[in-house]
T-cell receptor, first 112, second 113 residues
């Protein structure tokens, strides 16, 4: 069974540019999560989807971050415009009705 | 406010010995606890979990112990192997939050031959 797929794996952009990350969860997993991981820290939740509904986006900085999960499968996380402090690893995870979440490899974003 | 704390940033253990990784939490609503293992340039990999109705869960070389009164859990790895060298994250969740995970900062384990 394929795991959570994320792309791109690495992205380098200049500040004020837009950037988007894509996630394909494990087949059949109805819950999808986006996490942010800064260096030396644990992952922090940005947004959680149940099917296509964003049920917890309280930690998503909505002035510059947006996310969507069309048809309740793939998801895209966007930052516009990016700031220097957005440099981090962006992790996608999925689960089905249980607490065990399965993570993708992440996208390492560097903002110059 | 960090609700899950891993106070040891690193741990070094000899191959064959026991590794004990510790985790403390502050939120009494947490009812599910997990350990994840992370290699460089990879996402966290689920290792083992425990529900708050239990105080021990075992899976091969890995055992997690939960002490609810002390709000403390630990992961024991016996025997430790060089391939166990990684960063270990403790995470906690409660059913009211839809199982969103609250992570500690991680403990880097080095198992030496």
């Amino acid at each position: 069974e394929a795991g959570v797929v994320q792309s791109p794996r690495y992205k380098i952009i200049e500040k004020k540019q837009p950037v988007a990350f894509w996630c394909n969860p494990i087949s059949g997993h109805n819950t999808l999560y986006w996490y942010l991981q800064n260096l030396g820290q644990g992952p922090e939740l940005l947004i959680r989807y149940e099917n296509e509904e964003a049920v917890d986006d309280s930690q998503l900085p909505k002035d510059r971050f947006s996310a969507e999960r069309l048809k309740g499968v793939d998801s895209t996380l966007k930052i516009q415009p990016a700031e220097l402090g957005d440099s981090a690893v962006y992790l996608c995870a999925s689960s089905f009705g249980r607490a065990e979440q399965f993570f993708g490899p992440g996208t390492r974003l560097t903002v110059l | 406010d960090q609700q899950v704390k891993q106070n040891s940033p690193s741990l070094s253990v000899q191959e064959g010995r026991i590794s004990i990784l510790n985790c403390d939490y502050t939120n009494s609503m947490f009812d599910y606890f997990l350990w994840y293992k992370k290699y460089p340039a990879e996402g966290p990999t689920f290792l083992i979990s425990i529900s708050s109705i239990k105080d021990k869960n075992e899976d091969g070389r890995f055992t997690v112990f939960l002490n609810k009164s002390a709000k403390h859990l630990s992961l024991h790895i016996v025997p430790s192997q060089p391939g166990d060298s990684a960063v270990y994250f403790c995470a906690a969740s409660d059913s009211n939050s839809g199982y969103a995970l609250n992570f500690g900062k991680g403990t880097s384990l080095l198992v030496t031959p």
